[in-house]
């Protein structure tokens, strides 16, 4: 009877612990959504801390930082934090944003064409299907009208 009682507050104990830290992401979202950077970082850094952090959990916090440095126009640090999730399956949706992200950012935003140009190509050989490639090969396009007049 004890062994049963134990493993109940084990996996009690456990239960609250992930609750906890997605009541903690939360609340670094809310950080991010009302333009409080730091707060928000704060929460999320000390997320990636815990041991009871999922791999899942990891990706969505490491997704949360990316897009608060891309809000703050730090790109570089975005897209290390975008580069952290392609190490997730391919079906995750996480990875293949992160994937878009990073080629989108080298462009639009570092004017690192030939950066660009590779992740736009790895979009495109992992995702042929995906409803992004219209804006992927769109921006092929531009990134190549950039270079040829150069």
């Known amino acids: 009877m ?6 109940l507050l084990f996996i009690l104990s ?6 906890s830290l997605d009541e903690k992401y939360d609340k670094a979202l809310t950080h991010k959504e009302s333009k409080e ?3 928000s970082n704060i929460i999320l850094f000390d997320i990636l801390e815990s041991p009871e952090l999922s791999e899942e959990m990891q990706v ?8 608060t440095f891309y809000d703050l126009k730090n ?3 975005s897209i290390k934090y975008y580069k952290k999730i392609l190490d997730s399956p391919l079906d995750n949706e996480m990875r293949k944003k992160s994937l878009f992200m990073i080629a989108y ?9 030939t950066d660009s140009i590779e992740y736009y190509t790895i979009f495109k050989l992992e995702y ?18 950039i ?3 150069k």
Request: charge should be negative; charged fraction near 30%; aromatic fraction near 18%.
């Open 128 to 145: 042929p299907k995906d409803e992004l490639i219209t804006a992927v090969d769109f921006e092929l396009e531009q990134i190549n009208n």
């Open 105 to 113: 950012t080298y462009f639009n935003d570092l004017e690192m064409y």
């Open 14 to 19: 456990a239960c609250q612990k992930e609750s």
């Open 37 to 39: 950077y730091r707060e």
């Open 147 to 149: 270079l040829n007049k």
């Open 60 to 67: 969505e916090v490491y997704f949360l930082l990316a897009q």
């Open 75 to 77: 790109y570089r640090e």
């Open 2 to 7: 004890k062994y049963y009682l134990l493993i």
